[in-house]
Nanobody
């Protein structure tokens, strides 16, 4: 059974930091582009960040690009998201996702949720004011 499991969420004061991790099991995601999305109460799910399967290419939503950093560890089959300078508006459930499309150049990534086939259950991040 293919699974993505997020961890590392929690409650943090504004300006604080959290580090999310996404662990894959059931298959290797090392040749998958991976993404992070979030959904705040009463809002639609939105794109946060994406990383190519090589890890060399990343792309961020404008609202997080100055504070969030996404990386991956192929040896551990995990993806991480470092979130610095958290704000109350960053409060949401954060999901990691796997996109099985790949390319030989290793530059492919995607910001569209519909392109991702595998999703985790999410982890709650709350930034308090």
């Amino acid at each position: 059974q293919v699974q993505l499991v997020e961890s590392g969420g929690g409650l943090v004061q504004a300006g604080g930091f959290l580090r999310l991790s996404c662990a894959a099991s059931g298959r290797t995601f090392n040749n998958y582009a991976m993404g992070w999305f979030r959904q705040a109460p009463g809002k639609e799910r939105e794109f946060v960040a994406a990383i190519s399967w090589t890890g060399r290419y990343t792309f961020y939503a404008a609202s997080v690009k100055d504070g969030f950093t996404t990386s991956r560890d192929s040896a551990k089959n995990t993806v991480q998201q470092q979130m610095d300078s958290l704000k109350p508006e960053d409060t949401a459930v954060y999901y990691c996702a796997g996109d099985p499309k790949t390319d030989l150049s290793g530059s492919y990534y995607c910001a569209e949720a519909r392109e991702y086939d595998y999703w985790g259950q999410g982890t709650q991040v709350t930034g308090s004011s």
